[in-house]
């Protein structure tokens, strides 16, 4: 048997922390076969993102056409999309594939710079939102999902009520858990807070961890504890020797994973 089929959806970053890079290294290391759709180009490195280039729409649905019709995809995730017309090309093209998606709404990258303007938040809101299994914003991406401020729960119940079936509002803003929203129940996913400055990449290895997890059909709450312990991993043996800012984490292989590719 081959390996879950993972598709990541996003921006490439070109100093490896984040983005496309971050992902397929979690793909990897969660014994998945990654892909890429790349919507946009960064120039970016530890300290700060220097250029943006967004692709042509027609250009990211030709990706998405060429994985789709002869490998096929398992689970895909959304990172960083740029642009109004990049996120519904995105959403159109889902629509008509269904897909188990993941959606990481990178609003700001890590050094502050916005990476979804307003325009493009609300068609991400109206348009991606209903197609998504889970979404995985932090406390401040939360409340701009939800248009509104309020506890972790209003905001939970807020963005599910906009469409998407689940939410796992992560808890790197100190809080000491995650929170998962199912649309009925809210999970508390405890966290390990780990002191770390390496954690470029935090968002898109934990949201890409969650989409490997639930491709090889994982439960929703187990999946998110896996993601969650993962990503504490990754912090703590993140790389400090690298760049002059917040260094990337580093996500390793677990011993499970080895094994599910060696038995598969």
């Known amino acids: 048997m081959t390996p879950p089929r993972c598709l990541s959806i996003a921006t490439s970053d070109s100093g490896g922390g984040a983005g496309i890079q971050a992902d397929l290294k979690a793909f990897t290391a969660a014994g998945c076969h990654g892909m890429t759709a790349i919507v946009g180009v960064t120039a970016q ?19 998405l056409e060429a994985v789709y019709a002869d490998i096929g995809v398992d689970a895909a995730k959304t990172g960083a999309l740029l642009s109004a017309e990049i996120v519904a090309a995105v959403a159109d093209f889902l629509r008509d594939h269904p897909t188990l998606l993941v959606i990481d709404p990178v ?53 599910v009520a906009r469409g998407a079936r689940a939410v796992v509002i992560t808890g790197g803003d100190g809080e000491g858990s995650d929170l998962l929203f199912n649309g009925t129940d809210h999970v508390e996913i405890p966290i390990a807070w780990v002191e770390g400055t390496a954690t470029h990449g935090t968002g898109c290895t934990h949201s890409a961890t969650l989409t490997a997890e639930l491709a090889r059909g994982t439960a929703l709450a187990d999946a998110a504890r896996h993601a969650a312990a993962v990503t504490a991993a990754a912090i703590d043996r993140g790389l400090v020797g690298i760049g002059e800012g917040a260094g990337p984490v580093a996500v390793a292989q677990s011993s499970a994973a080895s094994q599910r590719v060696r038995t598969r």
């Open 107 to 159: 609003l700001r990258a890590s050094t502050g710079a916005a990476l979804l303007d307003p325009e493009a938040v609300e068609v991400l809101i109206g348009s991606l939102l209903p197609l998504a299994a889970v979404v995985t914003p932090n406390l401040a991406e939360a409340r701009v999902l939800a248009g509104t401020d309020g506890d972790r729960r209003t905001l939970a119940e807020r963005i």
């Open 45 to 63: 490195n530890t300290t700060a993102i220097l250029a943006t280039y967004p692709l042509p729409a027609w250009v990211i649905t030709a990706q």
